[in-house]
């Protein structure tokens, strides 16, 4: 039986690292090779269901059924389905992992081997970001990506720093708990000690102030834990024990604020760790403002897309995909119901975690007669782990991330089941292990068919993409119609399509072919609106299409619903007065370029009006 053990640790490592090299799985096209392979695990558990294990918790079994049954079922049931298509995708592969760890590889060495393949990763993404501040350029596997400047902080394997910051601030707790407290070998623990202060070193440099603060809580929070089974293993030196502590402390945090005052983009970012002026908070206040249109179910999964949107300052101009903060983005788009589901999960967790520690450090260790155990190290890990994750979660969006969140479904698998049956567990709730047991692999299965069923949709979908952004119109419309052909549910690859349709119309000479290709153009754009009728890029294009064939009352109910869901945006607004100007209405567009200027001063904005007033077509 134990060979199935090895089927499934091999897999999940697989997976970990093909998402990391994937960027993280930000996009689905990237997420999905990952979840076909953790799925072949879960169908594998079928083989396995008479394997003996310690029980996991019944209680975190049962808060983990009542979370993300409801996140699941809030998913199928969210207003636009393929904005909520990576939430279900990611979410049925986390519980994959979690189900597998909690009943099947409760064996330390098999948790052991996954540790250890989190610092190897680590050590793989400090190594190239470091590659990356040396040399002040961005390292990707796929040169076709193009991810934002971030200057002097390093990325990895990701495309943002943060995200980055969020995977090595696991493994950096992971490595140390293990350093510390398992059972390895001196030289064994030495070098994983070394992994996790390489890792530690990494975070620094990504420069993530989230990250810091993160960082700082889940070492907190290894140092009590630590504190306590020392102090409870040699009650009689304690005040040994805590000057050690404080100066290996001191020590640590010396030598972080050296590595920071050396960089200049660190030093700066380290000093606006609570800057009240960072763009988060209007972020967050967006996410308010929509968990207000639906306070006890929310919007739906990935509608904050649209609503921050809705409700963004004007001086935001990047899309909101995300709050910035896993817990108000989480009430936005599953309510009052959802955040209360999360509450019982987490807290769930973290009560059986405790619960595990305490026996450790009391009962078993007076059993055994010494300190170290790999299942206490494990269990000190996770701890500090889901505490570093607590702090970073008000900040960014790591558990959007496909990567961390495999990550993060590990440790919490491990909360669940320590590892080691005690005596005094009270086995509750009866068949209920049972029946998520036999529900894993039908999770499995249905994973594993969608992924390869969805990929090469995906796949042509993200060609149309690229090949659009580079101008390469024929390419993207071939792409697109190949796309469509596997996947008719994706309102973007009708964007892409209609829109390089637009781009080959406008740049042909032949009148006839250009009419026909703006005609199919709004065809496109009109299927991507019943998808997804909120989306300004569908709407603007839907607009220009008819603007550009002189339908301009047409046109006009496309750009006011563009406004309806960005009345802040000064972009939206200065497309509208075009609109109105190219529709004769002058006065009306010279107010609508005004209102842009009031939203935000843009030279194309001014530049319009400025025309106008040159013109004579209004007054100065």
Request: aromatic residues 14%.
């Amino acid at each position: 039986m134990a060979n199935w053990n090895h089927y499934f640790v091999g897999l999940i490592i697989a997976a970990w690292v093909v998402i990391e090299f994937l960027i993280g799985g930000t996009r689905l096209v990237f997420s999905l090779p990952s979840y076909a392979l953790l799925s072949v695990a879960g169908i594998l558990s079928a083989l396995a269901f008479r394997q003996p294990q310690a029980p996991p918790n019944a209680r975190c079994l049962l808060a983990t059924g009542l979370f993300f049954g409801y996140v699941l079922a809030r998913i199928l049931f969210s207003p636009v389905a393929y904005l909520a298509r990576p939430d279900l995708f990611m979410v049925l592969a986390a519980l994959v992992i979690y189900f597998v760890v909690a009943f099947y590889l409760t064996a330390r060495k098999f948790r052991l081997w996954l540790v250890a393949a989190l610092l190897v990763l680590g050590l793989v993404h400090v190594v190239i970001g470091t590659f990356q501040i040396a040399r002040g350029e961005t390292f990707l596997v796929f040169s076709f990506l193009q991810p934002a400047n971030y200057g002097r902080r390093a990325t990895g394997l990701y495309i943002c720093p943060n995200h980055m910051a969020g995977f090595l601030e696991i493994a950096t707790v992971m490595g140390l708990s293990l350093a510390c407290w398992s059972r390895w070998k001196l030289w064994l623990k030495l070098i994983v000690g070394y992994g996790a202060l390489v890792c530690l070193g990494g975070i620094i440099i990504t420069g993530s102030r989230g990250g810091y603060l993160s960082t700082m809580a889940g070492l907190s929070v290894f140092a009590v834990f630590s504190l306590i089974a020392i102090l409870k293993g040699m009650p009689g030196r304690s005040w040994q024990v805590t000057l050690g502590a404080v100066i290996l402390a001191a020590h640590v945090g010396a030598g972080i604020f050296y590595l920071i005052s050396q960089e200049r983009t660190l030093e700066a970012r380290a000093g606006r760790l609570f800057d009240e002026k960072d763009a988060r908070i209007e972020l967050w206040q967006a996410a308010i403002q929509q968990f207000k249109t639906s306070p006890v179910v929310g919007t739906g999964s990935g509608t904050y897309l649209y609503y921050g949107r809705q409700h963004r300052a004007p001086h935001i101009i990047a899309d909101p995909v995300y709050a910035h903060n896993d817990y108000l983005q989480l009430l936005a788009e599953f309510g009052v119901i959802g955040a209360a589901a999360f509450l019982f999960f987490l807290v769930s967790h973290l009560w059986a975690g405790g619960r595990s520690f305490k026996w450790f450090v009391s009962e078993r260790q007076a059993e055994l007669g010494r300190i170290r155990s790999d299942s206490m190290a494990l269990n000190i890990g996770a701890m500090s782990a889901v505490a570093a994750y607590m702090v970073h979660s008000i900040f960014d969006f790591n558990l959007h991330i496909p990567a961390n969140t495999l990550v993060m479904a590990f440790v919490f698998g491990v909360l669940a089941n320590p590892g080691v049956e005690r005596p005094n567990e009270v086995k509750e709730f009866g068949p209920l292990p049972r029946a998520f047991q036999f529900a894993l692999p039908a999770l499995a299965l249905w994973l594993l068919v969608a992924s390869v069923l969805k990929l090469p949709g995906e796949f042509f979908g993200e060609r149309a993409r690229v090949a659009l952004r580079d101008e390469k119109f024929a390419e993207s419309v071939a792409f697109a119609e190949k796309a469509i052909a596997w996947e008719k549910k994706n309102p973007y690859l009708y964007f892409y399509l209609g829109e390089a349709q637009s781009m080959l119309a406008e740049a042909g000479g032949n009148r006839a072919l250009g009419g026909a290709l703006l005609t199919a153009a709004g065809e496109s754009f009109q299927k991507g609106l019943e998808l997804f009728p909120q989306d300004r890029y569908l709407l603007l294009g839907m607009g220009w299409i008819l603007d550009t064939l002189a339908r301009f009352s047409a046109a006009e109910a496309f750009y006011l619903k563009a406004l309806e869901w960005e009345p802040n945006s000064a972009h939206v607004r200065m497309l509208y007065a075009g609109h109105l100007q190219r529709a004769g209405r002058y006065a009306a567009a010279a107010e609508q370029y005004r209102k842009s200027l009031d939203l935000q001063w843009t030279v194309t904005a001014n530049a319009g009006l400025q025309r106008l007033v040159k013109e004579g077509k209004v007054r100065k």
